[in-house]
């Protein structure tokens, strides 16, 4: 009997310490999708270096309230996966948003950013964000405008000078 709950303590340890890692948790009702769509979701997060598990309610209740997470437990119910990501703060909640609209038996229940809770608006508006590379694309375009708008203006005075001295 006592091996029995060093495993669901082990179990709740586990959670809880992927609810304090993870930069996102979301927390998703998958009921009503078939094999195929489940297996092609898991892909999806898998590839983007997302854990995505099934735990029993009760052990992911007991974990979110070990990580002073307790506003959790009211989506802890019926059936619950929870993507976990400890590098990507977007590609979750990004990932599971189109996931949903494409199928609509998937349903976001809520989540954790960063450590506090979030609500089912905050995720969506966090899927809209482009992913990191898109964020350093934009930051890189934003830096080399004023040397480019300078290069051009550079350029034009030149040209401006040649035709005058021609």
């Given amino acids: 009997m006592s091996g029995v ?16 890692e993870s930069q996102t948790t979301v927390l998703v009702d998958y009921r009503g999708l078939d094999v195929a769509s489940v297996t092609e979701l898991r892909k ?15 052990m992911s209740r007991r974990a979110a309230e070990a990580a002073e997470l307790s506003e959790l437990s009211e989506s802890l119910v019926g059936p619950t996966a929870i993507a976990f990501s400890k590098d990507d703060a977007v590609a979750p909640a990004r990932i599971l948003n189109d996931f949903a609209k494409e199928n609509e038996a998937l349903e976001i229940k809520g989540g954790v950013i960063e450590g506090k ?8 508006e966090l899927a809209g964000l482009p992913n990191y590379e898109g964020m350093l694309s934009m930051l890189l375009s934003v830096l080399q405008a004023p040397v480019r708008n300078f290069a051009y203006a550079a350029k034009a005075i030149a040209e401006q000078k040649e035709e005058q001295g021609a």
């Fill in 117 to 124: 809770i979030a609500t089912l608006e905050q995720i969506k």
């Fill in 5 to 20: 709950i060093e495993k669901k303590q082990q179990l709740v340890e586990e959670i809880t310490e992927k609810f304090r």
């Fill in 44 to 58: 999806q997060l898998r590839d983007a270096g997302i854990d995505f598990k099934v735990y029993k309610n009760t």
